[in-house]
């Protein structure tokens, strides 16, 4: 156990607020590659963070029982995301995640892919070369439309602007929130109690009329998840209540589209920076064009069923490292012990709190060489069976694993494939690269980028 040492009384808190990616990768490195788990304290709190990969398949897999959801995380999470998948424990977590995973089952993959293939044509119809683009909008965006269409049946073009910023407000009043340590009371009137109200309020007068379509039948996609969602029954013959319903649309709408669009967002970035793999990526492109048979049997591949994909192995690669390098989930939700227990060889009370990094372990060279170069070529099929699999953790693992894991590397790989066919991506000489690890791991103002036509 390496343990991190602060100043006292307020330990690690100053590192932290200044730049908590730093912080933790830093005392990960300084730990070096024997140290198993590294404990910090910030405040007045003490949580611990496993960096060795035995530990992280213990809390996250195979004694995933022992562990809850941080109630510290659902605290400030729940007000915004009521208690869909990503905010509930137990019992209840697994009957809902029962109830949807049918609508990310590998058969509905194909049908995805051809609704993401359309919209990414649509959306680049009006781009010219040399204009200038804020990139990470335009990949919100993008991934907000297929997000509505393939789980909701809906288009939400029209209202993308509305449903996107108040999706932005209440992860930035769960930011606050997790910055001070605690959430103030719901009902006093802070700025930030007021904004998270407001923007609640936008997405329900938003998000209830595709709900109601789907109840009232007018929608005909009857396999799409909302459908899926109104119609399922449990062993016991009951449904989901109007609320969890409800709940769930809200998480899947926030949690299906800001972590793709940050990956794809990155990924734009990483391409400007290396311009062999972009050459290599082009290559492909014009490969695929050239041929229609396919080229890849392996990997994810074999789970979707879209030929496009099959044939972008080296795309799929770039996708993969990139979630390596920026993870958009860069610290997974803290696990809380619900009993006295050993992890690893340590013994730890009732609710101690450990936390799990991706970012941190996809940057320790006891796991990664050269950690910090871009090297798609770290994930073909060869390099990536040599990969601990519990050192990549992008989507988690164990019964909380990212539901929508396939469906956003599909989205990302499709994504990039079609753009890319007609534009390379320049860095705005002006567009300065902080990463800004809030609750999703973005750029600080976004990724201006400059388009040339190919
Ligand atoms: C590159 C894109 C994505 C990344 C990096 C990502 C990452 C993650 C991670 C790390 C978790 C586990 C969190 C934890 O254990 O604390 C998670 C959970 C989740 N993700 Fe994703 N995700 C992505 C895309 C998506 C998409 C496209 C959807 C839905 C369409 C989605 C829906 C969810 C949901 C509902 C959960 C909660 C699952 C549960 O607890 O049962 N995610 N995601």
């Known amino acids: 156990m390496y343990i991190v040492r602060g100043k006292p009384i307020v330990g690690g808190l100053r590192e932290y607020r200044t730049d908590s990616l730093s912080y933790f990768l830093n005392s990960a490195l300084e730990a070096g590659p024997d140290a198993d788990m590294l404990r910090f304290r910030?405040?007045?709190?003490t949580?611990?963070?496993?960096?060795?990969?035995?530990?992280?398949?213990e809390i996250l897999v195979s004694r995933a029982n022992l562990f809850d959801k941080s109630k510290i995380d659902l605290?400030?999470?729940?007000?915004?995301l009521g208690n869909g998948l990503l905010t509930s424990n137990?019992?209840?977590?697994?009957r809902q995640r029962r109830l949807i995973q049918p609508a990310f089952h590998p058969d509905r993959l194909g049908a995805y892919a051809a609704v993401m293939k359309d919209f990414a044509a649509d959306h680049i119809q009006d781009w010219r070369d040399g204009q200038e683009k804020n990139i990470a909008h335009e990949m919100m965006r993008l991934t907000m439309f297929i997000v509505a269409r393939a789980l909701f049946h809906a288009d939400v073009r029209s209202v993308a602007e509305e449903i996107g910023t108040a999706i932005q407000d209440l992860q930035e009043a769960a930011d606050i929130d997790l910055q001070r340590g605690f959430p103030l009371p719901h009902w006093l009137?802070?700025?930030n109690n007021r904004r998270r109200k407001r923007s609640r309020s936008i997405l329900r007068n938003r998000?209830?009329?595709?709900?109601e379509q789907h109840r009232q039948g007018e929608q005909s996609d009857a396999h799409d998840l909302l459908s899926m969602l109104l119609s399922a029954r449990d062993d016991d013959g009951s449904r989901l209540t109007p609320g969890e319903v409800y709940d769930q649309t809200v998480t899947l709408f926030a949690a299906g589209h800001e972590t793709t669009s940050n990956a794809l967002t990155w990924c734009w970035y990483l391409l400007s920076q290396y311009p062999h793999v972009e050459a290599q990526l082009h290559a492909e492109l014009e490969r695929r064009r050239m041929s229609t048979e396919s080229t890849t049997t392996g990997g994810l591949s074999?789970?979707?069923s879209d030929a496009d994909f099959a044939r972008l192995p080296f795309t799929q690669q770039i996708v993969k490292e990139t979630l390596r390098l920026y993870p958009p989930a860069w610290m997974l939700m803290g696990r809380e012990l619900n009993t006295d227990a050993r992890v690893g060889d340590y013994q730890f009370k009732r609710g101690t709190v450990f936390f799990i990094s991706p970012y941190v372990m996809h940057r320790l060279p006891q796991f990664f060489e050269n950690p910090t170069e871009f090297n798609p070529d770290r994930f073909t099929p060869e390099n990536e069976s040599g990969i601990n699999r519990f050192a990549y953790i992008p989507f988690g693992a164990g019964p909380h694993v990212c539901i929508g894991n396939y469906f956003a590397q599909l989205e990302a790989t499709l994504l990039l494939a079609s753009i890319a066919r007609h534009f390379?991506?320049?860095l705005h000489p002006d567009q300065a690269v902080r990463p800004r690890a809030r609750i999703t791991l973005s750029n600080e103002g976004g990724m201006r980028m400059i388009l040339r036509a190919r």
């Open 42 to 45: 910030i405040g007045f709190t």
């Open 90 to 94: 137990g019992n209840y977590h697994r």
């Open 302 to 304: 074999r789970i979707v």
């Open 189 to 191: 009137p802070t700025p």
């Open 207 to 211: 998000l209830t009329p595709i709900i």
């Open 47 to 57: 949580f611990y963070m496993p960096i060795a990969p035995h530990l992280i398949r």
């Open 75 to 80: 605290r400030v999470l729940q007000p915004s």
């Open 424 to 426: 390379r991506l320049e």
